[in-house]
């Protein structure tokens, strides 16, 4: 079985995708299997990866790469192509096809969406996904997502969890309390890590964290994610609630930090309005952090009975969720066992073998 996976972002600091690219790369080749990276755009002097010359951006690939990968699946005798990007740029290869499509949020929030997302998902991905052999996603919700808005057959989708990379665990108090003089903050603290865009309902996080500040005023709230406060209606929120001086943004930190921050937190507070997965409350629990996390979309697949779950809405109720995880050392106790249980029981070695019983079911189907 000669695989071809396609690689894209990965030339700059990589998101959720990037890393689900990664790290399932990573555990199929772990596994045995013969892999090609088709990697669109940049260089390489890896003989086990493909450049797709011209299509370091996404129009590029969706158009100019899926050329490219045709040529590259005849020449190499591929036997098929995963493309974990979600765009499915596979229209022209004979080899078999497979796709992970993340989740569908330029459905569910089409506001929030970019031209180029509305393009994807209203027009190209309802065309192209008919055409793939089988569909990955990560989560029932996003499975239940995508057979409704896009018209796919129950059959064709399948369900395979990500995971937290092994590096995820906790860290010891040295290396946390180095970690966070580098990046200049100060314990304690709460700690959200993401994007800063609406879904993530930050607005509502420093609403909730307003509230706390009123019973104490001893933790300031970390904030991981590209530096963007300044320049959203975020800033107008932090002004008004009086937290300036309260709530540090790091903006980008390398994903070798993220387990000392994750493990030196108090508690970790993710209170998004929608996920395909939500990698993070994983991490956090991984690295025995307890978490307070939405009770909607994908998020309570993930933590299961392993973390405090609320309506992201209800700002009371976040408030007090959190001051619960904080004040209750029982509860925390509980949590913090619960979640590194629950953490280990998602790993790249299972997200590997499911994909690889995936790409045998699709091999065998024609």
């Given at each position: 079985m000669k695989?071809?996976?396609i690689s894209y972002g990965l030339d700059r600091a990589p998101g959720g995708i990037g890393r689900y690219t990664l790290e399932l790369s990573a555990a199929l080749r772990d596994a045995g299997v013969s892999l090609i990276t088709l990697q669109a755009g940049g260089h390489s002097a890896d003989p086990a990866t493909l450049v797709l010359r011209g299509s370091?951006?996404?129009?590029?690939?969706?158009?100019?790469g899926q050329v490219q990968i045709a040529l590259a699946a005849h020449r190499h005798d591929l036997d098929l192509v995963h493309d974990p990007t979600g765009s499915a740029p596979l229209g022209l290869t004979s080899a078999r096809r497979v796709a992970t499509i993340h989740d569908v949020i330029p459905f569910v929030y089409p506001d929030t969406s970019t031209r180029l997302d509305w393009l994807i998902y209203r027009l190209w991905l309802p065309l192209v996904a008919r055409r793939l052999d089988t569909i990955i996603t990560d989560s029932q919700q996003s499975r239940s997502d995508l057979i409704r808005y896009l018209a796919l057959k129950p059959e064709r989708v399948k369900i395979i969890p990500m995971a937290a990379a092994p590096?995820?665990?906790?860290?010891?108090?040295?290396?946390?309390?180095?970690?966070?003089?580098r990046l200049g903050i100060r314990a304690p603290y709460l700690l959200f890590v993401g994007s800063l865009e609406v879904r993530k309902?930050?607005?509502?996080?420093f609403e909730a964290y307003a509230r706390l500040r009123t019973w104490s005023?001893?933790?300031t709230l970390v904030v991981v994610g590209a530096r963007k406060l300044r320049q959203s209606p975020l800033s107008a929120t932090v002004r008004r609630?009086?937290?300036?001086p309260n709530i540090h943004v790091t903006g980008y930190?390398?994903?070798?930090?993220?387990?000392?921050?994750?493990?030196?937190?108090?508690?970790?507070?993710?209170?998004?309005?929608?996920?395909?997965?939500g990698l993070p409350p994983l991490e956090a629990m991984a690295c025995g952090t307890p978490v307070v996390t939405s009770n909607v979309s994908s998020l309570p697949e993930v933590v299961g009975d392993a973390a405090l779950t609320v309506d992201p809405y209800d700002v009371t109720a976040l408030a007090r969720a959190m001051e619960r995880a904080l004040t209750d050392a029982t509860l925390r106790t509980d949590l913090r066992a619960?979640?590194?249980?629950?953490?280990?029981?998602?790993?790249?070695?299972r997200t590997a073998r499911e994909t690889l019983e995936v790409y045998r079911q699709a091999l065998n189907s024609r």
């Open positions: 695989i071809g996976m370091r951006l996404l129009p590029a690939l969706m158009t100019l590096h995820y665990r906790p860290v010891s108090r040295t290396i946390v309390e180095q970690t966070l003089a309902n930050l607005t509502r996080l005023r001893q933790w609630l009086g937290l300036e930190v390398a994903e070798e930090d993220l387990p000392a921050l994750y493990s030196g937190a108090d508690l970790f507070v993710f209170p998004s309005l929608y996920e395909g997965f619960k979640g590194l249980a629950r953490a280990a029981q998602f790993t790249w070695e």
